[in-house]
């Protein structure tokens, strides 16, 4: 546990990030001192997409520095990344500097999200692996939560530090992290894999918090050498081609299918632009948008704490994705239908007059919000991370969450244009979506309580 906490600290830093840069964008005098005031929607989606454009690009890549310098030291990577990305940010010479910033720092955040749970999946034990790999969600979500805290009481400064302060934390924790990684050991798979098998044999010994003569950790380190030769007699080529070949084409189909379906649950839309959706919903006061938007950050946490503690390893990870997608479809609907009746446009601002629809397009948010920390982002992660084989999971994560980004991006791009387009269309497409995400898992196989080894002979 304590080895999968301190690697999931990296996903507080991805979450913390979600959560402060949609409060950061939203301030007056950070639009004032980066944005043309003409041109508010163009730069939002400029400075959330270029983020979003290297963090696929570093989930891409993320596949061959994962397997030629090793798991632990690519966290190391993409922490030390984050921190130069960030230190640009908070200078705030000029605009191009902060976009150099978020360039840099999504670069680091793409290889920190295959590279964690990539690396916590391998040294979990396959009983509790479910919930290793999820606190890298659990602690994204509650890394949102203290992003829009800090940016909450920072939108009270009368200065720069008002944009500058949640920064500023990042950027501290972001060290800590980096410190706290090189007391990690290695991935025994990967030490197994690069026939280092002392040290594999070792750092079992270690995880089990056993003898290495233990039977428990010689029946495990067994098997991962039987499936290792195993890989290693099917050939030797480790392309991304070999992923659509054979046995590994359906396990990346059902990974890319799971990485595509979470972005267009409507959870992106919901993330990024939370203050936004409840100003148009008629709370156009800023302190207003961001606590509102705090507050179901803080449900999330609690919802995605509860699915850790409980529901990933006993549900299933199948279940909860299937649940999720029922209520986020209910839940999208229901916002579309009451902006699309109730909603006003007065001098180019949306607003809901009527109390009661303001108050029910809260509690869908909030409810949505809850039920995918509860399953689609507690699953994802886990689920992806476990269907692929040791040969290839380095390379079929790298591709999976550089698809994954590549929906964001299109995503968090076109829907600041789509709300001034039709703010109801958005969520009648996001439920829509929703209900194709039952269908498509309806179909997938489950992988709860089964060894990685285990899950190798489905397919």
Same mark, same amino acid.
């Given at each position: 546990?304590?080895?999968?906490?301190?690697?999931?600290?990296?996903? %507080?830093?991805?979450?913390?990030?979600?959560?402060?840069?949609? #409060?950061?964008?939203?301030?007056?005098? %950070?639009?004032?001192?980066?944005?043309?005031?003409?041109?508010?929607?163009?730069?939002?989606?400029?400075?959330?997409?270029?983020?979003?454009?290297?963090?696929?690009?570093?989930?891409?890549?993320?596949?061959?520095?994962?397997?030629?310098? =090793?798991? $632990?030291?690519?966290?190391?990577?993409?922490?030390?990344?984050?921190?130069?990305?960030?230190?640009?940010?908070?200078?705030?010479?000029?605009? &191009?500097?902060?976009?150099?910033?978020? !360039?840099?720092?999504?670069?680091?955040?793409?290889?920190?999200?295959? @590279?964690?749970?990539?690396?916590? +999946?391998?040294?979990?034990?396959?009983?509790?692996?479910?919930?290793?790999?999820?606190?890298?969600?659990?602690?994204?979500?509650? =890394?949102?939560? /203290?992003?829009?805290?800090?940016?909450?009481?920072?939108?009270?400064?009368?200065?720069?530090?008002?944009?500058?302060?949640?920064?500023?934390?990042?950027?501290?924790? +972001?060290?800590?992290?980096?410190?706290?990684?090189?007391?990690?050991?290695?991935?025994?798979?990967?030490?197994?894999?690069?026939?280092?098998?002392?040290?594999?044999?070792?750092?079992?010994?270690?995880?089990?918090?056993?003898?290495?003569? &233990?039977?428990?950790?010689?029946?495990?380190?067994?098997?991962?050498?039987?499936?290792?030769?195993?890989?290693?007699?099917?050939?030797?080529?480790?392309?991304? @081609?070999?992923?659509?070949?054979?046995?590994?084409? $359906?396990?990346?189909?059902? @990974?890319?299918?799971?990485?595509?379906?979470?972005?267009?649950? #409507?959870? /992106?839309?919901?993330?990024?632009?939370?203050?936004?959706?409840?100003?148009?919903?008629?709370?156009?006061?800023?302190?207003?948008?961001?606590? !509102?938007?705090?507050?179901?950050?803080?449900?999330?946490?609690?919802?995605?704490?509860?699915?850790?503690?409980?529901?990933?390893?006993?549900?299933?990870?199948?279940?909860?994705?299937?649940?999720?997608?029922?209520?986020?479809?209910?839940?999208?609907?229901? /916002? =579309?239908?009451?902006?699309?009746?109730?909603?006003?446009?007065?001098?180019?601002?949306? @607003?809901?007059?009527?109390?009661?629809?303001?108050?029910?397009?809260?509690?869908?948010?909030?409810?949505?919000?809850?039920?995918?920390?509860?399953?689609?982002?507690?699953?994802?992660?886990?689920?992806?991370?476990?269907?692929?084989?040791?040969?290839?999971?380095?390379? #079929?994560?790298?591709?999976?969450?550089?698809?994954?980004?590549?929906?964001?991006?299109?995503?968090?791009?076109?829907?600041?244009?789509?709300?001034?387009?039709?703010?109801?269309?958005?969520?009648?497409?996001?439920?829509?979506?929703?209900?194709?995400?039952?269908? #498509?898992?309806?179909?997938?196989?489950?992988?709860?309580?089964?060894?990685? *080894? *285990?899950?190798?002979?489905?397919?």
């Amino acid at each position: 546990y304590l080895y999968a906490a301190v690697a999931a600290v990296g996903g %507080f830093l991805c979450g913390y990030d979600t959560g402060s840069i949609s #409060g950061i964008i939203a301030l007056p005098i %950070f639009q004032k001192l980066f944005f043309v005031k003409e041109s508010i929607a163009f730069y939002e989606s400029i400075l959330l997409a270029s983020f979003l454009i290297t963090s696929m690009v570093g989930a891409f890549v993320s596949g061959y520095f994962c397997d030629e310098i =090793g798991r $632990k030291n690519s966290i190391m990577f993409s922490s030390s990344l984050l921190s130069i990305g960030i230190m640009m940010e908070l200078s705030g010479f000029n605009t &191009h500097i902060l976009l150099s910033g978020r !360039l840099i720092a999504g670069l680091g955040t793409g290889l920190m999200t295959n @590279a964690i749970p990539l690396y916590q +999946s391998e040294i979990a034990p396959s009983d509790i692996r479910g919930r290793l790999v999820s606190m890298y969600t659990s602690l994204s979500s509650f =890394g949102r939560l /203290v992003g829009y805290i800090v940016i909450f009481y920072s939108s009270y400064f009368q200065s720069n530090w008002a944009w500058r302060t949640p920064w500023a934390v990042q950027l501290v924790l +972001s060290i800590a992290f980096l410190a706290a990684c090189s007391l990690l050991p290695y991935s025994p798979r990967w030490l197994i894999s690069q026939k280092r098998d002392a040290e594999g044999l070792e750092v079992l010994g270690i995880i089990y918090d056993l003898p290495k003569d &233990h039977r428990i950790v010689q029946d495990e380190y067994t098997k991962i050498v039987s499936q290792i030769e195993i890989e290693h007699r099917m050939g030797s080529d480790q392309t991304y @081609a070999e992923l659509f070949r054979g046995s590994n084409l $359906k396990r990346t189909l059902i @990974a890319f299918f799971i990485s595509i379906a979470t972005c267009f649950t #409507g959870n /992106v839309a919901i993330s990024y632009f939370a203050p936004t959706i409840f100003k148009n919903a008629g709370l156009d006061d800023v302190s207003i948008s961001l606590a !509102l938007t705090g507050g179901a950050s803080l449900l999330s946490f609690i919802a995605n704490m509860v699915s850790f503690k409980w529901w990933v390893d006993t549900w299933g990870r199948r279940s909860l994705f299937l649940i999720g997608s029922a209520i986020s479809s209910i839940c999208m609907f229901t /916002v =579309g239908i009451i902006f699309y009746t109730h909603a006003e446009v007065t001098n180019g601002e949306v @607003a809901i007059p009527n109390a009661q629809a303001r108050y029910i397009v809260i509690l869908c948010i909030y409810l949505f919000s809850a039920s995918f920390a509860a399953t689609w982002e507690i699953c994802t992660y886990v689920y992806t991370a476990e269907v692929f084989s040791m040969k290839y999971r380095a390379k #079929g994560l790298s591709l999976t969450y550089a698809i994954s980004w590549a929906g964001s991006i299109l995503i968090t791009y076109t829907i600041p244009y789509l709300l001034l387009y039709s703010i109801s269309g958005v969520y009648f497409f996001f439920g829509i979506c929703s209900i194709l995400n039952f269908i #498509g898992v309806w179909f997938i196989p489950e992988t709860k309580g089964k060894s990685l *080894e *285990e899950i190798d002979a489905i397919f």
